[in-house]
């Protein structure tokens, strides 16, 4: 089995220096380039006169001139957009980026690098979106083990909801009669990784968002799903629901209950929707799965080689991401890492993505170093998140 000892030791010493962080400040804003306004430069040309004396060469040239003015009568709209200087084309690029709604801006964005720019204009504006635009529609979403909905917006849009389970400061113990895949979903831990994403300087995650909902209004009131609306209950006062899922997630024991009639839940940005693909997003098995057989695996043995020739596109890029992924885990505690999703829009070439951390801050007390199997058996890191761990363990603007 593969070892080693100096760089591994100087990452565990900055994560876990990183635990203790109290706060970390969310962003660094950097100040915009300031453009070099260029001088434009002047064309002079010279023109001949030349005196005719003959007539024929009169008519010559009037013939000419006419045929040159019948050219620019005809002159398609690829030879006009030539002339645009490029600074105008710019210019125009912005104002139609400008003109569209925050979601749309995020959409159109994306890179097979990040979700998201570091200093992307629209986030605080699509952050208030998701939060407080009207609700037109609300849709059982059946996917997955656990319960969650979808909201439609009136402009199109689409927000994946995940409802408050747990309170924010009740701790999952993580024994043997609480075993992680008996681990509810919590609505704070996709905002928290939302966040923590953005900290970290990855851009992974798509924008999410908290929200207070009215039960009756938002949902029963816009909801035409039978099956799920018969599962509303009331307890203690409160307006609950057990919703229609697997059966040890979705019972009366488990209801989800708000406040009287307000429930809190997260928001999460749809990603668009992939040309030629039924997806926008397609799935691989995670190499250091904690689930129970897979982990059997990379438990007993080293599988960093194996991983490194698996990998399809041929690249670091994925194989960085992967660690990174570790790491990301190893911080939010997240032992429902089974596969690994990437943009079906660029295939082999997309980052790998950072969605869906709901079993995530389960238990800040809970320190599992198995989480970076990937940094100690691959012995490898990426320099900008060796680099920016070290400099938010060393950051002291708490």
Not at 318 to 339: E, K, M, Q, T, W
Request: charge should be positive.
């Amino acid at each position: 089995m593969t070892t080693c000892f100096g760089p591994t030791r100087k990452v565990f010493r900055i994560i876990f220096v990183l635990i203790l962080i109290n706060s970390v400040a969310l962003f660094y804003y950097f100040l915009l380039k300031l453009e070099n306004l260029e001088n434009g430069s002047n064309f002079v040309g010279q023109r001949a006169i030349q005196k005719k004396s003959d007539s024929q060469q009169q008519f010559k040239h009037a013939l000419q001139s006419e045929q040159h003015n019948q050219h620019d009568n005809n002159i398609n709209v690829n030879e006009m957009q030539i002339l645009i200087p490029p600074k105008e084309k710019e210019k125009v690029h912005k104002a139609k980026i400008s003109a569209q709604k925050p979601w749309q801006q995020f959409q159109s964005g994306i890179t097979k690098d990040f979700m998201y720019p570091k200093d992307a204009p629209y986030m605080q504006d699509l952050l208030d979106y998701l939060a407080h635009t009207e609700i037109k529609e609300t849709r059982l979403f059946k996917s997955g083990s656990q319960f969650k909905l979808l909201f439609l917006f009136a402009d199109g849009n689409t927000g994946l909801v995940k409802p408050q389970r747990m309170k924010i400061n009740e701790i999952y113990p993580y024994t043997n009669e609480h075993p992680f895949w008996l681990d509810p979903e919590r609505h704070s831990a996709e905002i928290a990784s939302f966040h923590l994403d953005r900290i970290l300087n990855f851009r992974r995650s798509v924008p999410i968002a908290g929200r207070r909902i009215n039960m009756t209004e938002d949902i029963i009131q816009k909801c035409d799903d039978k099956e799920f609306l018969d599962t509303f209950i009331k307890k203690d006062g409160n307006l609950c629901f057990i919703g229609v899922c697997v059966p040890w997630f979705c019972n009366e024991d488990r209801a989800m209950c708000g406040v009287e009639e307000i429930m809190e839940v997260s928001v999460s940005q749809f990603l668009p929707q992939a040309p030629k693909s039924r997806y926008p997003v397609f799935d691989r098995p995670y190499p250091w799965s904690q689930g129970i057989k897979e982990s059997k695996v990379w438990k007993g043995a080293n599988v960093c080689d194996d991983v490194f020739k698996g990998l399809q596109n041929g690249k670091d890029r994925a194989f960085l991401d992967l660690i990174d992924l570790g790491i990301f885990d190893f911080l939010i505690v997240n032992y429902d890492r089974h596969h690994y999703s990437m943009l079906s829009q660029f295939k082999n070439e997309s980052f790998i993505t950072l969605l869906d951390n709901g079993k995530g801050f389960g238990n800040h007390k809970k320190d599992d170093i198995t989480f970076l199997a990937p940094v100690y058996q691959c012995c490898k890191i990426r320099r900008s998140t060796y680099n920016r761990l070290t400099e938010l363990s060393q950051d002291k603007k708490k």
